[in-house]
């Protein structure tokens, strides 16, 4: 298959990149390659919503300084400025695509607040704000004849100057397009395409206990690498403070964060508040704090959860806000309005990732990426609340100019070998692969995650090399399967956050390492 954009990735911001690339270029022809079918993207999942200065109270210089507050001192100031300046152009663009955001009596827009926000600036819909986004852009894209839209195709790995001269040459290496499993017929396309764009979001599921859905693996994160792109600040992984704690789920179910922004509180199995004990701004600190406070408050008291307390908020207005949650937590015996609510922190953001410059280039020629599998610059040493839908709006934009840009200049290559599957056996036992997808994830949560520590980083290494030399035999000697690359990516993302972790050296936002302090 030949094209000229080449779409890893179904979430904002691949999907915001290609109705602008298509629309702006309806004679070029754009590839969209999905793994999963039109629900399964983190946007999806988005609860709050989309951080957007619209009040006269407020204005881009508080959203600028919550937001650099909130990184502890590694945002890119100028990264952060520009995201934020962009944020009314994005809210136009949504709403003109046919996105509904909730509005007041007043008719302007309802402004939810979360955490390390000192303003009310999240625009949302009601707690479904993700799959509203994502329905929007879908129908949009249904409307393009320039775009080839494949799902449950997985991709397997980029192409690159190693699979044309087999030799590892940085200053050399640009991405051609990618072999792509089709999961219906088994078989390894190549799609040779002059630009190719990593928008396949993030990584949860290398920890098990998580917010994110089966499919973030972090597969563009790993594949990327794997040709040599630089990767940033993986160490900074963000845990949500509330996932509703219910063992039987993966992915955990979010509380949002909103809910704290409208009133509910924390509190331990005795009914007392602790948050004041951790920060002045209490539930509504930023999330690195809330997540650590609770992590704290669990080890002291020896419990498995801490709860929400929501019981004293306006019923009406709860409900109308959050009936997605509302209903959630009735659907499992819990009355929000009588109950506490059971929540834990989960794995929920990677904050840095593939390392790209304004306009979403990697140090990769001809590789892109843009929304959670990239490092920009904007959340430093951890993302502020509802930050991330915009950067990956404006990301989107911002590559999308680039590259109708430079497609122009850029020839499609020809000599291109097809996939060499030098597996053979087939199929192989799953076993094999979930064993050590368990192990896995034990090891990252226990190892490496809220708290972490020299001696916990040095036993995830080892651990974890074990794990990499088993699954790169199996790799080598079996066919191709979605489940056993995957692993492979998790395992490679694991790496990466382990490695990071052990050369950081100064704890930060996110980072917290017990022999640093
Ligand atoms: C939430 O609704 O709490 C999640 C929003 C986000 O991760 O930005």
Redesign the pocket.
Known sequence: MKTDFLVIGAGIAGLTYVIKVAEKLPNKQIVVVTKGGETDSNTNY???GVAIVQNNTDSFEKHVQDTLKAGDGLCEEDIVRTVISEGPNCLAEMVEWGVKFDKNQLGDYDLGK?GGHSENRVVHHKDFTGAEISRALHLRLKQLTNVTYLEHHFVVDLISGHHLKNKLSKSQTTCYGAYVLNEQTNEIITIRSKITILASGGAGQVYGHTTNPKIATGDGIAMAYRIGAEVKEIEFIQF?PTALYYQVESPAF?I???VRGFGAKLVNKNGEKFMSKYDNREELASRDIVAKAIDSELKLIGQEYVYLDCTQLDRIKFKSHFPKITDKCKSIGIDVFKDFIPVVPAA??ICGGISVDRDGQTSIKNLFAIGECSRTGLHGAN?L????LLEAFVYADKCADKTTELIFKIKQLQNIPNWNSKGTTNPIELILISHNLKELQGLMKDYVGIVRSNERLERARIRLDLLYKETEKLYKKTTISPQLCELRNMITVAYLIVTHSQKRKENKGGFYNTDLV
């Open positions: 988005a609860q709050g979360e949500h979010l949002s964060e909103a929920h953001y993302r609340a509802s930050n991330s």
